[in-house]
């Protein structure tokens, strides 16, 4: 006969799961043994894993200001992203030549030459390539930054969605407006406009500094216009993009969240039109 049964038979009160185990404290919730193992600190007394556990699946989850399920320090999106921006600038180095040019978007004087149906990938896989080591670093620093300060705010699919329409944000920028010379359109730099964009508001909200954000997309895009081979227009676009996006999030925040991400899914569209414009003009 086993210990546990002799526990049983001989009346001394066991831990339902720990069975081998004496118990002589009691749950308050459910007044079943608990070994030491087995409880939890309760306001009065301890209470079972079970009991503990019961309790946390009918509380209500917390959500951030904006809609986003309260994580704490979560960043994952951020971390991702970063991660895919390096892994990417790896991979130039190790993916043929002639796979490798069909990443970026190719402009010409004015209008994109390579963008069309049969290269839609273009806008969203240029925004994870870089040009050089220094251009990497400079935008996933920027971008850990924003990040590691938005996404616990917005939660991951806000910030996810905000990040990646901006980033095609950019390319509309880029693709639409007038370009000065024949360019090959890399960078998260308009998507992490767009993130500047978005703390603009967000601070703006929370009624927080903006000064220094405001000086930094200044200094930052004018820098776009008087240096060569940095595209202002990437910026704009994603600037612009951002701001839009976290203006309707910050708007619609004490709606239903359905409404939130319809909005966000009608400037998606618009986004996603004005791309298949420009790939329709690219093929003129």
Known sequence: MSDATDHTSTGVPVCPRHPDRESWVRCQRCERPACPQCQRPAAVGVQCVDCVAEGERGLRRGRTAFGGSVRVRDTLVTKTVVAVC??????RYVL???????????????????????????????????ASLLHLLFNTYALWLTGHYLEPLLGRARFAALYLLSALGGAVGALLLPLTAHTSL??????????????????????????QVVALVAINFVLGLVISGVSWQAHLGGLVTGLVVATLL??????????????VGAVALVVLSLLAHAGSRSVL
């Open 186 to 211: 890399v960078g998260a730099s308009g998507a992490v406009f767009g993130l500047f964009g978005a703390l603009v508001v967000v601070n703006r909200d929370l009624g927080r500094q903006t000064g």
């Open 96 to 130: 043929p030549a002639d796979v490798y040019y069909y990443l970026p978007l190719v402009n010409e004087i004015g209008y994109a030459n390579s963008f069309d149906a049969d290269t839609w990938w273009q806008p969203l896989t240029s925004a994870f390539l870089h």
């Open 86 to 91: 390096v892994a990417m600038f790896a991979a």
């Open 250 to 263: 910050v708007r619609l925040r004490r709606r239903a969240r359905g409404v939130q991400w319809a909005a």
